[in-house]
C-alpha cells in the first residue's frame, strides 16, 4: 500500500511523499507515534523505516548497522530503550552475575588494565595472562615473553600492563618490555631493553603506539604501516617521570605528556623540550589525557592556606590553561577526563572524597564522601560513578541523587576501575608483592589468597546470558552429594540467581 501513495493528505494540501517524509523527520518519537494515529496514510508515513533508522541512530543504538539490517526499526528502539532501561536498573539493585578471575597460588597480582572487556593482568612470576569477558573465556591464555637475565625461564616481576583494541604491552622490573599483537598470537611482536628501571609505561588508546620511561629519559615506539617497528623517538628531561600519557587520536607521529615531579611535558617530535606546565615547588599528583585537552593534580605549598591543592585543565593545542577547579586541602589522587561525558571530569582525593566538576563553571557539581581512606580509582558516565578506595572500597554512585548506590570491599587498595553499559572489572591490588611466608624464588604455593590481590569481573546483562555460559558458582546443583568444594553451586533461589 505504500508504494502506491503518491500524495500525503496534509489538511487541505496534497504533498508528495517524499516531501511529507522530509517535514515528518523534524519529529521525535512521541509525535511520531501521535501522528500514526490521524489516519491510515499517516500511520504509514509516521512508521517509515527511514525515519526510525535516524531515531535509532541519534540516540546512539547500533550504530554499526545499515537501514537494510532490520526489517523493523521502530522495534529494533524499543528493544533497544528497554535493554537500557533493564541495564540501567540492574546496575542500581545490584542485578547480576559476579566472577573472580582466579590465577593459580603463589602469584602475587602486580598490574591490571582492560579494554573493552578484555583484562590483561600481570604477576610476580613475571607471567602475563588475558581474560575476555565479552564471551566469559576464563582460560586465560599466557602471553609469552623473552626470558631475563636470571636464565632460562626465570622471569621478573610484572611491572605495568596496558592494553588497546590492537595492542597488550607489559614491562617488567628489570626494565624490558615486550609487546604482543593478540590476534597474531602469544609470542611478542616486538622488545627492547632499557638500562634502568621503568617508571611508567603508556599505550595510545586508539592507536598502535607505546611510550616508556626510565630514568631521565622518555621513549616512544610505533610501527609502521607494514608492521615494522620504526626507531625510537626519545626525550631527554629534567627529573624522574611520575605520570606518563599518550594523547589519543594523534595524526603523524605519536605525543606523549608526562609528569616529572612540578613540570609537565607536551613530548613531539618536531619540539621534544615543550614544557606544559612548570610551577617550583608544586609536584603534580595524577594526570590523564583526552585528545584535545590535559587534566592534572597540584600540590601547592602546604604553609599557605590560601592556596589549596587544585586540578588544572591544559589544552593541548594552544598549551594554555583553560581552568582550575577545585579547592582541597588533600592532594588529587587520581583523575579521569579521556572516559568522562563532554565538559565534565572526576577525580578522587587523599581527603576520602569523590567530586565531579564542570569545567564549563570551573566548580564542582557533587561532592561524595564514602571512602575510609584516600581515592585510588574514579569512572563516570552520564548517571553514575564508580570509585575505590585505599581501604579496598568500590562504591558505586549515583550522579543527580548524589547518594551510594551499593559497595563491595576486599582486602587490597582498588587500583583499576573500569566498566561500560553492562560491565564492571575492578582490581584490587597489594601493596607488598612479596608477602612474609612466600618464597622469592620458588613462588611458594602455600601463600594464603589473602596477600594474592583479586579481579572481579560483574555482568549485569543476565538476560542475555545463554543457560551454559552461567559460571559454575552460580550453577544449581543440589544433588550433589559433597558438602563443600570450591565449584558448589549457589544460587537463591535454586534455579535463578
Known amino acids: 500500500?505504500?508504494?502506491?501513495?503518491?500524495?500525503v493528505p496534509f489538511f487541505d494540501v496534497q504533498l508528495p511523499y517524499e516531501l511529507a517524509l522530509k517535514i515528518f523527520r523534524y519529529l521525535g518519537k512521541a509525535e511520531l507515534g501521535r501522528c500514526a494515529q490521524v489516519s491510515r496514510t499517516w500511520k504509514i508515513l509516521a512508521e517509515d523505516e527511514v525515519l526510525w533508522y535516524r531515531l535509532c541512530q541519534e540516540e546512539g543504538y547500533l550504530l554499526d548497522l545499515s537501514i537494510s539490517d532490520h526489517s523493523c526499526w521502530k522495534l529494533a528502539l524499543k528493544n533497544c530503550r528497554a535493554r537500557e532501561h533493564m541495564l540501567k536498573s540492574n546496575w542500581k539493585n545490584r542485578v547480576g552475575a559476579v566472577s573472580q578471575l582466579r590465577y593459580e597460588p603463589g602469584r602475587v597480582l602486580c598490574d591490571v588494565h582492560c579494554c573493552d572487556g578484555v583484562v590483561m593482568a600481570g604477576y610476580t612470576s613475571g607471567e602475563v595472562r588475558l581474560w575476555d569477558t565479552c564471551t566469559w573465556d576464563y582460560t586465560a591464555p599466557v602471553l609469552a615473553a623473552v626470558p631475563g637475565s636470571g636464565g632460562a625461564g626465570a622471569l621478573p616481576h610484572v611491572s605495568f600492563v596496558r592494553i588497546n583494541n590492537s595492542l597488550a604491552v607489559a614491562a617488567y622490573e628489570d626494565g624490558s618490555v615486550s609487546v604482543w599483537s593478540p590476534q597474531l598470537g602469544q609470542e611478542p611482536v616486538h622488545h627492547?631493553?632499557?638500562?634502568?628501571?621503568?617508571?611508567?609505561?603508556a599505550l595510545a588508546p586508539g592507536a598502535a603506539a607505546v611510550a616508556t620511561a626510565s630514568g631521565f629519559q622518555v621513549r616512544v615506539e610505533s610501527p609502521d604501516d607494514r608492521g615494522f617497528w620504526q626507531p625510537p623517538?626519545?626525550?631527554?628531561?629534567?627529573k624522574l617521570v611520575n605520570f606518563l600519557n599518550l594523547v589519543p587520536d594523534v595524526m603523524g607521529s605519536p605525543v606523549a605528556v608526562a609528569a616529572a615531579e612540578d613540570i609537565v611535558?607536551?613530548?613531539?617530535?618536531?619540539?621534544?623540550?615543550?614544557i606544559l606546565h612548570s610551577v617550583y615547588g608544586q609536584p603534580v599528583t595524577c594526570l590523564d589525557v583526552s585528545a584535545h585537552e590535559a587534566a592534572f593534580g597540584i600540590k601547592t605549598f602546604g604553609w599557605l592556606l590560601n592556596e589549596p591543592n587544585q586540578i588544572l585543565l591544559y589544552n593541548l593545542e594552544t598549551n594554555q590553561c583553560v581552568t582550575k577547579v577545585g579547592n582541597s586541602m588533600g592532594d588529587f589522587s587520581c583523575v579521569n577526563l579521556h572516559s568522562s561525558p563532554p565538559n565534565m571530569l572526576v577525580a578522587g582525593n587523599k581527603d576520602r572524597r569523590v567530586q565531579v566538576f564542570d569545567v564549563r563553571r570551573a566548580e564542582a557539581v557533587c561532592s561524595l564522601h564514602g571512602h575510609q581512606l584516600g581515592v585510588s580509582a574514579v569512572q563516570m558516565d552520564e548517571w553514575?560513578?564508580?570509585?575505590?578506595?585505599?581501604?579496598?572500597?568500590?562504591?558505586?554512585?549515583?550522579?543527580?541523587?548524589?547518594?551510594?548506590?551499593?559497595?563491595?570491599?576486599?582486602?587490597?587498595?582498588?587500583?583499576?576501575?573500569w566498566f561500560d553499559s553492562h560491565r564492571l572489572i575492578t582490581a584490587n591490588i597489594p601493596e607488598e608483592k612479596n608477602p612474609r611466608g612466600s618464597s622469592i624464588t620458588d613462588h611458594d604455593p602455600s601463600v594464603h589468597s589473602k596477600y594474592r590481590g583479586v579481579i572481579y569481573s560483574y555482568e549485569f546483562s543476565v538476560d542475555q546470558l545463554a543457560v551454559d555460559s552461567v559460571l559454575p558458582i552460580c550453577r544449581s546443583s543440589y544433588d550433589e552429594v559433597t558438602g563443600y568444594n570450591y565449584n558448589i553451586g549457589l544460587a537463591v533461589p535454586y534455579d535463578s540467581i
Open 1 to 7: 500500500f505504500q508504494n502506491e501513495i503518491n500524495e
Open 192 to 201: 627492547f631493553q632499557h638500562n634502568q628501571r621503568i617508571q611508567a609505561l
Open 233 to 238: 623517538g626519545t626525550f631527554e628531561i629534567q
Open 384 to 417: 553514575k560513578i564508580v570509585s575505590g578506595g585505599q581501604e579496598g572500597l568500590v562504591c558505586v554512585w549515583d550522579q543527580r541523587m548524589g547518594t551510594k548506590l551499593w559497595e563491595i570491599h576486599a582486602r587490597h587498595p582498588v587500583r583499576h576501575v
Open 265 to 274: 611535558y607536551l613530548l613531539k617530535a618536531e619540539d621534544p623540550g615543550k
